[in-house]
């Protein structure tokens, strides 16, 4: 397998837990989201995805994009080491959690998005600003969420990685970053801990891989 992704990615950052808690190996392709105006615009990387969106993960003759979907793909093509739990409630439980992290948080403060309401005119603050309160507004809901669940434990759903945790740990990442206070959310932190307490989150995490940059 080949995966084609930027090092700061959320998306990328996903599917790069989930190939490491399966335990899978893959060749790790670089695409940065920066450099000449953005590599995957390259009419090379749009052969790929003509979203000029990574991730893009190649299995053999097989191209697969956006990060939940392969996530799908790798649950049902290895489920020897399963991302998602056993029962349909539990599973549904799970998705819900991650989807509400991909599709209500992650679409509003990506990259693209940031950069287009630069060419509105609004500032770096006024963006750190719009970043922060979108985050900051999904953490809260699911630190609830999560805080009042009896399926919650070391992790997301019981005492296993999985799906959902795929999600979490890039999220709060990238919020680290554009400085949100996570203080308020204490279930969402230890979670996180016991997560990055792990050699597949450490093996994925943006700083350890071969395209990393400095802040």
């Given amino acids: 397998m080949k995966l084609h992704n930027f090092f700061r990615s959320s998306a990328s950052y996903r599917v790069r837990i989930a190939l490491n808690l399966k335990g899978l190996g893959y060749e790790y392709r670089a ?12 009419p090379a990387f749009l052969e790929l995805n ?10 053999g003759p097989h191209l697969l994009t956006q990060s939940l979907a392969i996530l799908e793909y790798l649950e049902e093509t290895h489920p020897e080491r399963p991302l998602l739990p056993a029962t349909r409630i539990e599973r549904a439980r799970v998705r819900a959690i991650a989807l509400s992290i991909a599709c209500d948080v992650h679409p509003l403060n990506n990259l693209r998005v940031l950069e287009y309401l630069g060419k509105l005119g609004l500032g770096q603050e006024v963006r750190s600003e719009w970043y922060r309160h979108w985050v900051e507004a999904g953490l809260r809901a699911l630190e609830t969420e999560l ?8 992790f997301c759903h019981g005492d296993t990685p999985g799906f959902a945790d795929c999600c979490l740990v890039p999220q709060l990442f990238n919020a680290r970053r554009f400085g949100c206070d996570l203080s ?7 979670i996180d801990a016991n997560c990055n ?4 989150f450490q093996a994925a995490a943006p700083d350890a891989q071969p395209d990393a940059e400095s802040p």
């Fill in 197 to 200: 307490a792990l050699p597949e």
């Fill in 50 to 59: 003509p979203h000029a969106l990574v991730p893009v993960l190649e299995d």
């Fill in 147 to 154: 805080g009042r669940s009896a399926a919650t434990g070391r």
């Fill in 31 to 42: 695409v940065h989201l920066r450099r000449g105006g953005g590599e995957q615009f390259s």
């Fill in 184 to 190: 308020p959310y204490a279930k969402l932190l230890a």
